[in-house]
């Protein structure tokens, strides 16, 4: 399999592809660009033991297929390894085929299919899925502090008017002529000095005060609704649907 400047030819056995990578660096290829990978060399090299499809295509480029994944996972697991060869130019990829032809390496189509079959035949082919998720906006609600209501009790002064009638009570002095002879007998001939007298009234205005309830004034909580529209931002992950063909071209409908 080339992937982009690099060949990846797979082995079931890190012998053969030891040999292999010492008859590649005495046809010419440089001893850093020809590499021999077994299981830990890989999970080394990838960061990761998680050997799914994205793990390959990391490693070897986008154009590893499903069924190469499988076939290099299980072989590294039976002692197989993994043989690199960084190519420049078309030269040296006929160059690098001769070399290896002279090798037995692992027919990854062949392989891959009879791995498929022999899946189908235990039954444990799964369906590869992939869960979408999206968010939903919930609006709950809580009790918040809006302000204070505060009623002050504090005295007003002001002047206020009444009107009252009042009563004089005054002696008047009336002063007679008489002449009439029979009251002659009424007239007290004792020449010592008399007084008369009569007291005089006048009615004035008393103030008094008195309280009453004029007004009553009390706090109560009260409730109001009111319908508020909240707006925010929900995430949703959607899918893009590819198909490639063996060749990892875009398949258009």
């Given amino acids: 399999m080339i992937s982009s400047d690099e060949m990846v030819v797979l082995f079931d056995t890190v012998a053969e592809s030891r040999r292999a990578e010492k008859a590649l660096e005495d046809a010419g290829f440089p001893d850093p660009e020809v590499n021999t990978l077994d299981r ?24 590893v297929q499903l069924y190469q994944g499988a076939v290099f996972q299980k072989a590294l697991s039976t002692g197989g390894a993994i043989l690199t060869v960084r190519i420049h130019n078309d030269a040296e990829a006929t160059r690098a085929e001769e070399v290896l032809s002279q090798f037995t390496s692992v027919d990854l ?64 002095v009336i002063r007679k002529v008489i002449e009439t002879p029979t009251m002659l007998d009424d007239v007290e001939w004792d020449w010592n000095d008399s007084t008369i007298e009569m007291i005089e009234t006048r009615e004035e205005a008393v103030i008094s005060k008195r309280t009453r309830v004029a007004e009553e004034v009390m706090l109560r909580k009260g409730e109001t609704e009111r319908v508020e529209t909240v707006t925010d931002t929900v995430r949703k992950q959607q899918v893009e649907i590819e198909r490639l063909d063996e060749q990892g071209r875009v398949i258009r409908d």
Avoid: C, N, Y
């Fill in 109 to 172: 189509e062949a392989r891959g299919a009879g791995l498929i079959a022999e899946h189908k035949a235990l039954g444990d082919i799964k369906d590869e899925v992939l869960r979408l998720a999206e968010e939903q906006l919930e609006v709950g609600k809580r009790m918040v502090e809006a302000g204070k209501t505060r009623i002050r009790r504090f005295v007003t002064e002001r002047q206020v008017q009444a009107q009252v009638s009042l009563r004089d009570q005054h002696a008047e």
């Fill in 40 to 63: 830990d060399a890989i999970v080394e090299l990838g960061g990761s033991s998680d050997f799914g499809p994205a793990f390959w295509r990391t490693l070897f480029g986008r154009d």
